[in-house]
């Protein structure tokens, strides 16, 4: 019986060995994909930001002109920097309150809802970009990723080794 257990506990460390090399991939595909997405989204709402303007007029939010540009710029280059991995934590926070605003002021009915009809919590435009935003903000972006690039060249094993050669 201790044999198997043995072989049991191998064979699930060996797995888990092997799934955690798809992580930084996962990651890139999500970031990339949804970063595209979000770029075109914020992309749209700038070269059509006086409909966003009205229509944050009509949920009472005030300056909507100047608030449009703002919500455009912040998914324009929130999604080009996901898409990149680059400040990837710092962009996940922004863009998770960016978008949790989005439930609260423009989808208040799907957020409401989301322990009486998690459907329409779900269906509700914000939140796939919501969950990728979360995803990166928790996981970060990966290895393969600007910021996975900018830790490799100049992370602290750089810095030491650097540091470590006589001038």
Known sequence: MNK??????QWHRQFF???????SPFLLFVRLYWGWQLAQ???????HVSNVGEYFATLGLPMPAQMAVF???VEFFGGIFLALGLASRITGLVLTVNLTMAYVI???QALLSFLSDPDKFIAAA???FLIVSLIVLIF??????ADGAIAFLFGPAREKQANSVPA
């Open 17 to 23: 060995a092997l799934v955690s090399y798809l992580q």
């Open 71 to 73: 919500i455009a710029c």
């Open 140 to 145: 970060g972006a990966g290895r393969i990723s």
């Open 126 to 128: 914000p939140f796939a």
């Open 4 to 9: 198997l257990i043995s072989k049991s506990l």
């Open 41 to 47: 989204s914020g992309w749209g709402k700038l070269h």
């Open 106 to 108: 423009g989808d208040r």
